[in-house]
């Protein structure tokens, strides 16, 4: 196999699911927060080449943390909430030169949340939202070129995150004795957006630390600065009555191999972290958020034919934290620490196919 062959692999693997962020569970992370779909494209697309992916992720959440220790008697007393989310983003990125690339993100999605708590506290119903989310649209620049991005190269990029999606979505509950069907406002966790424009600060990289394998690493930090977006919470608490709008962050890294042998396929193994701060960087913190992390294990694999590349991510949590929120501590006193729970997945299925449209296609194209 070509060197440029398992770099191309390489690139498109990564990079085409990169940063494909998702809520596992409660502690709500949007999916593609970051825009690392786009990095590495631009490195290896031509000027005015494309590239089109596609990437689906689900993930049931059940697990309930209260800091970083497990409620075990969720389970078995049934009183557990359960987030069933489908995630489908449609991401196209253009090659400007080799080194300058831009990405456009349109999400969608599908969400279902079963609990006792939100209805009449003793029959479990499901409460449901679907449709557009949060768009993001950003550009990236290689920081290395031609022989001097041989061994590896690191990106960074900026973008901006759009509230198309839908933060006051709503569904029927059935409260109180009589199990009255009411309509109201579903659970910050499967809100469609967050109802804030977002700036997003992103890096990525690749290195070659030998033959066919690959050091990987990017992250990415979305500042969110309004502080509340009105949606109501439906919580007891005056404080908590709406719901905040949190800056998100993320992180990782791993090695990547590419298989000699079988063209076309790699495989992978890396760690990430990925979350909700407790304070955001910029503007206020207050309104209701379960901020949180879930440090995860990664394995992947992916095969490449062609201009098409198709890539499974498996994500597997190892520690979750959910971490005391600002709202919390307020209501906290000397004789009583409050300090919110939230249900997080075991792991989560994440699917990408990718394809390239090199240059001449379009040309073609164009032709006709």
Partial sequence: MKKYSILTLFILTFYSASFELYAQGCVAIRQFSGLGNAVGQGNILNKGEWNVSANYRYFKSFRHFRGTEEEHNRLTDHTEVINKQHGLDINISYAFSERLYGIVSLPLQYNERSSLYEHNRTDRHTSYSKGFGDMRIGA?????????????NTAIGLGIKFPTGDYAATSTFYRGPESTPTEMTVDQSIQLGDGGTGLIVDFQGLWNIGSTNFWYYDGFYMFNPKETNGTLTNRSRPNEAIMSVPDQFAL?????????KIHGLGASLGGRVEGIPVHDAFGGSEGFRRPG??????????????NVTGTLNVPIALFRNRTQSVTDIENSTPDNEVHGDAAFADYLINFTVAVRIPKKVKEVFNSL
């Fill in 293 to 306: 992390y879930i440090i995860s294990v990664e394995p992947g694999v992916s095969y490449m034919l062609g």
């Fill in 252 to 260: 990782r890294t791993g090695v990547f191999h590419a298989f000699e």
């Fill in 140 to 152: 990236g620049y290689w920081l290395l070129s031609g022989e001097k991005a041989q061994k590896g």
